[in-house]
T-cell receptor, first 116, second 108 residues
Framework: NAGVMQNPRHLVRRRGQEARLRCSPM?????VYWYRQLPEEGLKFMVY????????ESGMPKERFSAEFPKEGPSILRIQQVVRGDSAAYFC??????????????FGEGSRLTVL | EDQVTQSPEALRLQEGESSSLNCSYT??????LFWYRQDPGKGPEFLFT???AGEEKEKERLKATLTKKESFLHITAPKPEDSATYLC?????????FGKGTRLSVIA
C-alpha cells in the first residue's frame, strides 16, 4: 500500500533553469497539497488541488511557479527560471477529503531542490 | 492573520525526563488542532487531532491536550527514539497553517 510518492528526491538546478517536481498521491486520494520548507522555517502552504482543478493557490508566488493535477498522472509543481531563493524542501501531501475536516494529511518524503 | 507559535524552538532531555511542548494559536473559529512528528529528511507524520477545549489524546508516551488558546504535547519518560521535530497546525484561511516546530532531542 504505497504512500505519497515524490520524485525526484533531490534535484540540482542552475539559476535560470526549470525545476519539475512530481507527486503521486495515495491510492484513493483526490486532494493534493504542496508545501515548502526552508531551513529553520516552518512548512508554508503553497497550493491545494483536486483532480484538474486548482482550489487554493494563495500561497504560491505569482510568477515562475505553477501547479497542476491532471486527470491522469501525478501532480506537478513547476518552477521556471529558478533563483537561489527557491532552494528548499518541497513536500506534497494528500488526503481523501478536505484536510480541514480531520487534519490528517499524508506527506511524501519531499523533494529537495538546490539552486546553484 | 492565522498564526501558530511553538515553544521552545529546541528541547534537550535526558532519557526518562518528562516535559511538555507548547503550541499557541490565533485563528478565527478553531476547527481543530493537529500534531505531527517530522524526522530528519522525512515528511511530517500525523499524530493527533484535537477539536475542543479539554480534549485529550494519547499515544504511547505522548499526550496532547487543548485549551481555548493553546495546546500542549506532554512527553512522559521519553526515549531516544522520540527525538524528532514536533509540529502543530490549525486550519486557517489555507488548508493547514503550521508552526515552526519544536526540535526534541532525547539523550540516552
Amino acid at each position: 500500500n504505497a504512500g505519497v510518492m515524490q520524485n525526484p528526491r533531490h534535484l540540482v538546478r542552475r539559476r535560470g533553469q526549470e525545476a519539475r517536481l512530481r507527486c503521486s498521491p495515495m491510492k484513493g486520494h483526490s486532494h493534493v497539497y504542496w508545501y515548502r520548507q526552508l531551513p529553520e522555517e516552518g512548512l508554508k502552504f503553497m497550493v491545494y488541488l483536486q483532480k484538474e482543478n486548482i482550489i487554493d493557490e494563495s500561497g504560491m508566488p505569482k510568477e515562475r511557479f505553477s501547479a497542476e493535477f491532471p486527470k491522469e498522472g501525478p501532480s506537478i509543481l513547476r518552477i521556471q527560471q529558478v533563483v537561489r531563493g527557491d532552494s528548499a524542501a518541497y513536500f506534497c501531501a494528500s488526503s481523501p477529503g478536505l484536510a480541514a475536516g480531520t487534519g490528517e494529511l499524508f506527506f511524501g518524503e519531499g523533494s529537495r531542490l538546490t539552486v546553484l | 492573520e492565522d498564526q501558530v507559535t511553538q515553544s521552545p524552538e529546541a528541547l534537550r532531555l535526558q532519557e526518562g525526563e518528562s516535559s511538555s511542548l507548547n503550541c499557541s494559536y490565533t485563528v478565527s473559529g478553531l476547527r481543530g488542532l493537529f500534531w505531527y512528528r517530522q524526522d530528519p529528511g522525512k515528511g511530517p507524520e500525523f499524530l493527533f487531532t484535537l477539536y475542543s477545549a479539554g480534549e485529550e489524546k494519547e499515544k504511547e508516551r505522548l499526550k496532547a491536550t487543548l485549551t481555548k488558546k493553546e495546546s500542549f504535547l506532554h512527553i512522559t519518560a521519553p526515549k531516544p527514539e522520540d527525538s524528532a521535530t514536533y509540529l502543530c497546525a490549525v486550519p486557517g484561511n489555507t488548508p493547514l497553517v503550521f508552526g515552526k516546530g519544536t526540535r526534541l532531542s532525547v539523550i540516552a
